[in-house]
């Protein structure tokens, strides 16, 4: 079961939100940019504000949406 430690971030390019217990391998998209994880993390980080979809895609496993705010 995916979990995500933060749903607000800074926009700051330091403050990262991380994503664990992804499936091996998946594609995980923030926003309109896609990541492929073969390791089961993803931090990510921005230095825009925003509101960002999350999407993570494992077939046959259930897609796993969330958001985070970057501020």
């Not at 800074?10 to 992804?22: K, Y």
């Not at 499936?23 to 993390?41: H, Q, T």
């Amino acid at each position: 079961s995916t979990t995500q430690d933060k749903a607000e971030i800074q926009a700051n390019g330091v403050d990262f939100m991380t994503l664990e217990s992804l499936p091996v391998p998946c594609e995980v998209s923030v926003g309109d940019k896609n990541y492929a994880v073969d390791d089961g993390i993803l931090e990510w980080g921005t230095l825009e504000r925003g509101t960002y979809p999350i999407l993570a895609k494992a077939f046959p496993y259930r897609d796993w949406e969330g958001t985070v705010n970057a501020t």
